[in-house]
């Protein structure tokens, strides 16, 4: 079953149970992917699905941030509530050990020495940790391993 069914599934399941933050989470999700979809012009596979997914992901996080600074206490725990929802339809997320390990092996296959390489190591490791890592936080790691 791939990801869009498994998000309608999901959406019927919410209807049925009444849970209101779950089900207006998943068709936030569901508009998000259409709008996508409707600016590439085709349907969209797994793995963009998961990009769309990992942005959102981004984009609550930078959130809560901005209403916890701001006192806003409520709407940053709705945020992290629907965080919670589109986490549950991300792949398990890597170990910090796991990315530490992927990261040491990209920059040995790209050879790179200083922090003008960080370019070709991200690129080799997009591919493998979309999804799985926050992005930001792979680009800190390898900054700091290269300086």
């Known amino acids: 079953m791939n990801l869009n069914q498994v998000l309608s599934n999901s959406m019927?399941?919410?209807?049925?149970e009444k849970n209101k933050l779950r089900l207006g989470t998943i068709r936030l999700i569901r508009a998000d992917i259409k709008r996508v979809e409707i600016?590439?012009?085709r349907t969209l596979d797994d793995?963009?699905?998961l990009l769309v997914l990992d942005k959102m992901l981004r984009q609550r996080r930078d959130s809560i941030k901005q209403y916890e600074s701001a006192?806003?206490?409520?709407?940053a725990e709705t945020e992290a509530a629907e965080i919670a929802v589109i986490q549950e339809f991300l792949p398990k997320q890597l170990s910090k050990h796991e990315v530490n390990a992927l990261?040491?092996?990209?920059?040995q296959e790209s050879k790179a020495s200083t922090l003008k390489d960080m370019g070709l190591v991200m690129a080799?490791?997009?591919p493998?940790?979309?999804?799985?890592?926050d992005m930001k936080e792979?680009?800190?790691i390898v900054k700091s391993l290269l300086s």
């Open 12 to 16: 019927k399941i919410a209807m049925r």
């Open 39 to 41: 600016d590439k012009r």
């Open 47 to 49: 793995s963009e699905i």
């Open 71 to 75: 006192g806003r206490q409520e709407l």
């Open 103 to 107: 990261i040491e092996s990209a920059i």
């Open 124 to 126: 080799a490791l997009k």
């Open 128 to 133: 493998k940790v979309q999804g799985l890592a």
């Open 138 to 140: 792979v680009s800190l």
